[in-house]
């Protein structure tokens, strides 16, 4: 079986759409970088490069210095299927930051959507 054609686009190609679909919804930036970060484990410099690299989305989350091991708390639905039922690995992950920007631009607070526990 072949591999999705989405794992050959640059990160650096939809990234602009993660910020303008929050962007349009009153978030920011700074705000996709930080989901980003959790999720990855980027540090800015290192997400920046990865951005400038023009790396693909196999390479962008395979070279991730540490995904968050809480994102398995990141459920529900996004383009019709449930998050936590995607067999396939990667997709799983590039699903987990589409529903993570849905979040941020449906208002979620930052520490629901970092999975931040209660005190």
């Known amino acids: 079986m072949s591999e999705h054609r989405v794992y050959g686009y640059s990160f650096a190609s939809v990234y602009?759409?993660?910020?303008?679909?929050?962007?349009?919804?009153?978030?920011?930036?700074?705000?996709?970088?930080?989901?980003?970060?959790?999720?990855?484990?980027?540090?800015?410099?290192?997400l920046d490069a990865q951005i400038a690299a023009k790396t693909d989305l196999k390479g962008f989350y395979g070279d991730a210095p540490a995904l968050n091991a809480a994102r398995d708390?990141?459920?529900?639905?996004?383009?019709?299927?449930?998050?936590?039922?995607?067999?396939?690995?990667?997709?799983?992950?590039?699903?987990?930051?589409d529903k993570l920007v849905d979040e941020l631009a449906k208002g979620k607070a930052m520490d629901k959507i970092l999975r931040t526990p209660a005190p």
């Open 16 to 46: 602009p759409h993660y910020v303008a679909k929050a962007e349009r919804k009153g978030r920011t930036k700074a705000e996709v970088d930080e989901v980003i970060r959790w999720l990855t484990g980027y540090s800015q410099a290192e």
């Open 73 to 97: 708390q990141i459920k529900g639905m996004i383009c019709g299927i449930r998050v936590e039922e995607i067999a396939e690995p990667l997709m799983r992950e590039i699903r987990y930051l």
